[in-house]
């Protein structure tokens, strides 16, 4: 029995705030696999495997051939806060890295069974491997084993720490599995939406020792090459470039002075480039499971946009869901990334200007092709 009385204030301990906080940077499979995932694009791989047993509920390895992880860093890669990306919080406003808060891999530290990194760097001609404990300090370090160049971590017993989230996860595990798959799908068909090399992805999953091979990208720049990749080439004939450009009004520095509001209104151009569905073909009933979507290059959920592209679509074709890859390239300063831990959400300013100037786009350039396709309205 405790001597305090019962409705003190007492402050958490710090283990369990760890876990809180961490349970809100990977909320599930597929931010687990995406943190990973961004941690290989950001050490500059070009070639990433993605290794799931029992979709994930057992464990997921992410391997890579990025840069490596330099002894020196050993004893703070688990640590939460800590990152090699992002010196000053001034850079925030110019981040070009996927990761930059260091809070993915102590969040997985905190939240699974084991997490185990294997790592070689250009200067060491050998792989060390670190197994992390929960806190994400280091618990062993291993001598010398052969590895190339790059890094391997691999996260067993994802949420065990939290028996209700991995219930949970037990449950619906197909369910996460593919939406971490479609995850994977995003990040197979990004570098192609903008001419950065591609990266060789492949993605398996073993189930009672049997693999079995999920997706695997070749290596193209070419965004039809890609989904030609992915999901076979006759996909090819059904799908159009997505190509807007429109204006979108935005108000920005609203100002609260003296008890005086000021606003300026300015004028972002907004590109959109990717590929669509013809009106004729649609996605078929299991289109929405084929819509990415991108903010500067970065997969993210952006529900609203979407929402208003499949209502513009279903003016053409009502009955289909479109195939969607779309990247809105936007001024850096009209989305804010950091506004959830997860980062997935992105908070776009004015982003009712953006869904109106969006719909118009669309329909103008569904229409002008209206000639072409044929519409079924039937
Ligand atoms: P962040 O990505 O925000 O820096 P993380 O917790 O995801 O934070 O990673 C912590 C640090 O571990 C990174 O800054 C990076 O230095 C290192 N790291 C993690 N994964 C890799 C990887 N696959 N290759 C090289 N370095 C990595
Ligand atoms: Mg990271």
Redesign the pocket.
């Known amino acids: 029995e405790s001597s305090l009385p019962h409705n003190a204030v007492k402050p958490i301990d710090q283990h369990a705030i760890h876990q809180l906080t961490s349970g809100q940077v990977v909320i599930d499979l597929q931010t687990a696999v995406k943190?990973?995932v961004?941690?290989?694009l950001?050490?500059k791989?070009t070639n990433i495997e993605v290794r799931f047993k029992d979709y994930g509920l057992k464990s997921i390895e992410?391997i890579?051939n990025?840069?490596?992880?330099g002894s020196e860093?050993f004893d703070s890669?688990?640590l939460k806060h800590?990152?090699?990306?992002?010196a000053a919080f001034e850079d925030l406003t110019s981040v070009t890295?996927?990761?930059?808060?260091?809070?993915?891999?102590?969040?997985l530290c905190a939240l699974s069974a084991s997490v185990v990194i294997t790592?070689a760097t250009a200067h060491t001609p050998f792989g060390t491997i670190l197994e992390l404990n929960r806190d994400g300090t280091v618990k062993s370090r291993s001598g010398k084993v052969a590895r190339q160049r790059?890094?391997t971590?691999s996260v067993s017993g994802l949420f065990t720490p939290l028996p209700v989230r991995r219930k949970e996860l037990e449950r619906n595990v197909k369910r996460e599995f593919g939406k971490a798959l479609h995850l994977l799908n995003a990040y197979a068909l990004v570098p192609c939406t903008h001419g950065v090399p591609a990266v060789l992805l492949s993605v398996s999953n073993t189930v009672q020792g049997k693999k079995s091979v999920q997706l695997r990208t070749d290596g193209s720049d070419s965004l039809r090459a890609a989904v030609s990749a992915l999901w076979g080439p006759k996909m090819l004939e059904n799908i159009v470039e997505l190509n807007l450009d429109f204006d979108v009004e935005t108000e920005r520095s609203v100002l609260r002075r003296r008890g005086q509001e000021t606003s300026n209104t300015m004028t972002s151009g907004v590109r959109v480039r990717g590929l669509i569905s013809k009106f004729s073909v649609g996605g078929g009933r299991t289109g929405i499971d084929r819509q990415f979507f991108y903010i500067n290059h970065r997969p993210c959920n952006i529900s609203k946009v979407q929402k208003a592209l499949n209502e513009v679509y279903r003016t053409f074709n009502m009955h289909q869901s479109p195939f969607i890859v779309a990247d809105f390239i936007l001024p850096p300063d009209s989305c804010d990334i950091n506004v959830s831990p997860d980062k997935r959400t992105i908070l776009l300013h004015s982003e009712s200007s953006l869904i109106e100037a969006l719909k118009h786009a669309v329909t103008d350039s569904f229409s002008s092709s209206r000639s072409t396709f044929t519409v079924n309205t039937s």
């Open positions: 943190e990973l961004e941690n290989s950001d050490a791989a992410v890579d990025g840069t490596g992880i860093d890669i688990g800590h990152t090699s990306k992002l890295t996927f990761g930059f808060r260091g809070e993915a891999l102590s969040s790592t790059g890094t971590v």
